[in-house]
Each structure stands twice: as C-alpha cells, then as structure tokens.
C-alpha cells in the first residue's frame, strides 16, 4: 500500500480496530503522543487505541490490552476496562465505570455512571452529585442507542438490546432489551422457543396481575400509612420493616419511592434509625438488644434489619451511615467459635438467618469502606473462614446444613438454607455446594402436605422452595428447559404455585403473608405483598415468563449477586 493509500487518522477514529495492523509508524508515534496527552491517573495496554476526535477528560483512566476508544465518543470520569473492550463512535461512558474482558459498547450507548438529587428545596443544577458506579462483567455486548443508568451491575456474557434503558442489574447470560430493559431470555439456551402467540398467551395472566397491582400499588401505600409512619396492616404498629417494605414495593412496581415522603425523607429517616456504636437498627422506639459476646446480636427485629433496612437504603440511592461494629471487628476465630455453636440440630432456620444478617452486615461494611471508610469493613480473614467453614459442612447428600426431624421434616432445613444462602453464596456471586442434591432435597420438602397441602402455602415457605430451585437451576446451567436436572418437576411445582398465588391478590390491599402462626398472618399487608411479589417474578422466571410481569426485584430477594466475586 502506497501512502496515498495509507488509512487516514480520521479513517481510524472510525474504525479503529484497523489500527494495529494498518498504521504507519508516523501514525504508531502519534498515537502514543495522544496516549500521553490524555493525564490524569492513567494505565494503557499494549495495543490500544484512543480517537483523536474522542473527547476524554478522565480522573481515572485504564485500558486493557487491545481496548480502544473511538471516534467522537466522549469520557470522564473514572474508566477501567479489561482487555480487548470497545467504545464506539459517539458513546458515553461518565461517572465510575467498570468493564471486564471483550466489553463491547455500540455506537451512541451512554453509561452514566453517576447521578444528582432532585429534592425541591434547590435548582437541579445546584444539587449534589452522587455515584454508585456502574459494572459490566465479562463477554458483553450492549448495542447501540441503550442507556445504562447508575448503579446497575450487567453479569457476564449478556446481550443488551439496542434502544434498551438499563435501570435494574442484570444476570450473567441474560438477553435483554426494552425501556426499561427487561431480561428476555438465558442466552444460553439455544432450545427451539415457543411461539409469539404461545408465550404472549401463557404469559397474559402474568401481565393482567403486574397491571392490576401497579395500578393499585399508590392505595395499598397510602393504605398502610399512619400519618406519621409506615404500619403493615392499619390498626398495627409501625415497624422499621414496614417502611422497609413499602420502599421496596413502590421500586418494584413503580420504580419511584413511595409519596408519602420524599427520596431524601425516606433515605433520612431510616438512616436515623441506626445507632452509630453498634451499627445496629432497633425497632422503631425501643432499646437496642443487647449484643452477644462477640458484639453482635442473636435474634430479634435488628437481625433482620441489617436486610431490610439496607436493601431500602440502595434502593434509595443511599446507605447506612455506620459500619456494623460487632462483624467489622469479630475475628476469623471468633466467628468460626460462633459458627459451631449455632442451633443446627434443631434450630437450622434461625442458624441460617443469623449466617444471612452477619454476611450481610460484611456486604454493607465492605461498601462503607469502600467508600471512604477509615478501616477495613470486615477482619482479614473473616470472610474466607465463612465459606471455608459452610463449604467443609454442607452435607454432600442434601447439599444443606442441619438436619430434618419427625416433628417438623425438612421445614427448618430448608428454609435455613434459603436464608443461609441468600445472604453468602447468593449475595457474594459464589457457586453452591451439592446443587443437584439441593433440588432434590427441596423437591422432596415440596411434597410436605402440611406446608404445601391446599391452602397451606404461606409466603416464607414458598420463597424458600423457589429460590434455592432457581438459585441451583442457574448453576447448573440447564436452567429449566429441556435437559435441566429435573426440569419437568420443577415446572410442574412452580406452574401450582403461580396459579394459586395470583388468585390471593385482594384489590386495594394486596397480599397476606399467609396462613399458620408463622408471620403476620393471612390479612394483607406490607410484608405478604413485597414477599408475594418476589415469589411470584421466582415462580414466573422458573417458567420462562418473567419478562411479562415488567419488574424484577433488586432489593432483599433480588435474584443477581450484590457483590459479585467477593471476597
């Protein structure tokens, strides 16, 4: 090639992966020069590309290998990238950003990793900016034309659609597109799909539920709304929860906060709720529990609100203000000691809760820290011990911790383990142990008349079959299409369970958590309608129609990992 045939510099802003194979040494020099000229803190691989006409006024900037950015996009903020990733022409790519390996980003996509409040007491343009970053796994292609909003986390392998506004994470392998993006399909499963009219059809009275409910959704809030404070049901008290769940309701259906206050109000009072010694949340006008000698708590309302109450936080946009004390400063010893001594033999859901409120509080410190704090969120070796210590005593025929009894059969087993779960492997993105033996031990519980007999169901048992179903289902990779590890049961189970639970929606007020003493019992509130709801968007992904409903939950019973590959 003679040089008037040479590729121009223009050429290569718009098609920059000619580069390494087609530049000339003039245009090799001009680029490190480029490179240079970029400042701040900034790493560039072997092989990179950044466009001349590409705006980039990072603080951060480091490319992988192979990376480039193109023509006319434009770049601030924080940038990493793993290796061979894409920016093409006319991308955005602002705020804390994160990419893995063989990220490509279309032409004309925005990832706006930051936002600002909108509290009326100010002009927009003088409120305060906020970033939670967004991630974005490996093997990734986002198509051109999408938005992808902070604060959202996209797994590896997923497929965006072009035009899609991302505002919810999505999971490894998920095929999505839509405003707002909805997961469409695993794009691992290559099976031959159902019709248009078949899925449309099976999926209608998904779609008439979702509408139904957020129709509704404003009443049931104001419904459950004192005056002053959030109750679950009217005539109750108010409880820190069922704020709690009132937050996670209006996020799932609505995607907005509830009106009774606003973003700012919401996130300020239940922050104020947290003692800033212990870190701990006690219920709303009542002393804190006392702590044990490990310096965290056993049982009672504040366990559960390190979930609750943090969950709310992120959906707010914001987080608790203080570290959990007693696991930021409990040793690898210590909760080992702890571990031993919890209730297995006859206590394993209350063993399971504990481990999900501790692993938790671990995910909220380790953000606190992230973000500023002034020392690590949890203890060297803390964390390592908690899974070293689940993996070497999970039993290899029921891939569960605990033991079944005559009295209560596989109740306490499992629904420990949902807990047990949710809160570690699930939370922090890592595989379970025995995933086969898990389905079939919860297909066995599943078959418990006095849990799932006619009219029995209520919402705890239910969750804990459908999400370790889901859970082990995802790993294997079958999910539970044809060829997955005892599809057809679990379709056959979860098809029951969506048809009972539509029919308990009450217009104007919403689930009840369900029958027995477990709970708060059979009349609608705050607690059965956020559980309900999350049951629900399980059953319908085990089925392939979770797409219909138009939400996902991203608080408490969110489906991805909070904190992928951690620790």
Not at 487 to 498: D, F
Request: glycine residues 12%.
């Amino acid at each position: 090639m003679d040089s008037e045939q040479q590729p121009s510099a223009r050429h290569f802003d718009h098609c920059p992966w000619l580069f390494a194979d087609e530049a000339t040494e003039e245009q090799l020099t001009a680029q490190l020069k480029r490179q240079e000229m970029i400042g701040g803190d900034r790493g560039i691989g072997e092989r990179c590309y950044v466009a001349d006409s590409a705006a980039v006024f990072t603080d951060r900037l480091w490319l992988g290998d192979d990376s480039y950015i193109a023509a006319h996009a434009y770049v601030t903020g924080e940038l990493t990238t793993g290796a061979d990733c894409t920016l093409n022409p006319f991308s955005v790519v602002r705020g804390t950003v994160t990419l893995g390996n063989g990220v490509r980003i279309g032409a004309h996509t925005s990832l706006l990793g930051f936002n600002h409040g909108m509290a009326p007491d100010r002009p927009v343009f003088q409120q305060p900016h906020t970033s939670r970053g967004i991630t974005v796994g490996d093997d990734v292609w986002i198509g051109s034309h999408v938005v992808v909003v902070d604060g959202v986390t996209i797994g590896d392998h997923c497929v965006i659609g072009a035009g899609a506004v991302v505002t919810r994470d999505l999971a490894d392998w998920t095929v999505a597109a839509g405003n707002p993006a909805r997961p469409l399909r695993d794009r691992r499963d290559t099976s031959v799909r159902p019709s248009r009219t078949d899925h449309a059809h099976a999926g209608a009275p998904l779609a008439r539920f979702a509408d139904t409910a957020r129709a509704q959704v404003a009443d049931i809030l104001g419904r459950c709304w004192d005056g002053e404070r959030y109750v679950d049901r009217p005539g109750e008290a108010p409880t820190v929860r069922a704020h709690c769940d009132a937050v996670e309701i209006a996020d799932l259906l609505l995607g907005t906060v509830p009106g009774q206050l606003t973003a700012d109000e919401h996130a300020e009072r239940l922050r104020g709720v947290q003692d800033p010694y212990t870190g701990l949340v006690p219920e709303f006008d009542e002393p804190l529990p006392a702590a044990d000698e490990d310096g965290f708590i056993g049982e009672g309302p504040a366990l559960y609100h390190v979930l609750s109450v943090g969950y709310a936080l992120d959906l707010l946009g914001s987080s608790f203000p203080h570290p959990v004390r007693g696991v930021r400063e409990m040793t690898a010893r210590q909760l080992v000691a702890r571990l031993e001594e919890l209730p297995w033999l006859d206590g394993a859901w209350g063993a399971g809760a504990w481990i999900d409120s501790w692993a938790t509080a671990a995910h909220w410190n380790l953000r606190h820290a992230d973000v500023g704090g002034d020392r690590p969120g949890v203890e060297p070796g803390a964390l390592e011990a908690l899974f070293g210590w689940l993996l070497t005593r999970a039993d290899p025929w029921t891939g569960m911790w605990g033991s079944p009894s005559p009295e209560a059969g596989r109740l306490q087993v499992v629904n420990g383990y949902y807990r047990l779960t949710r809160g570690s492997f699930a939370q922090f993105g890592l595989p379970v142990p025995h995933p086969e033996r898990v389905v079939d031990a919860v297909l066995d519980h599943a078959r418990d008349v006095r849990y799932f007999g006619a009219g029995q169901e209520n919402a705890c048992n239910v969750l804990d079959v459908a999400h370790p179903l889901w859970l082990c289902t995802r790993q294997l990779g079958g999910g539970t299409g044809a060829g997955g590890y005892r599809s057809a049961e679990i379709r056959t189970w979860a098809e029951g369970q969506l048809a009972a639970a539509l029919p308990r929606w009450q217009d104007g007020r919403g689930f009840g958590f369900g029958p027995g003493s477990a709970g708060p019992g059979p009349e609608p509130g705050l607690q059965g309608t956020e559980m309900w709801l999350a049951i629900i968007w399980l059953l319908a992904d085990l089925l392939g129609r979770s797409d219909t409903l138009g939400y996902r939950p991203r608080g408490v019973h969110r489906p991805e990992p909070a904190r992928a590959r951690t620790p």
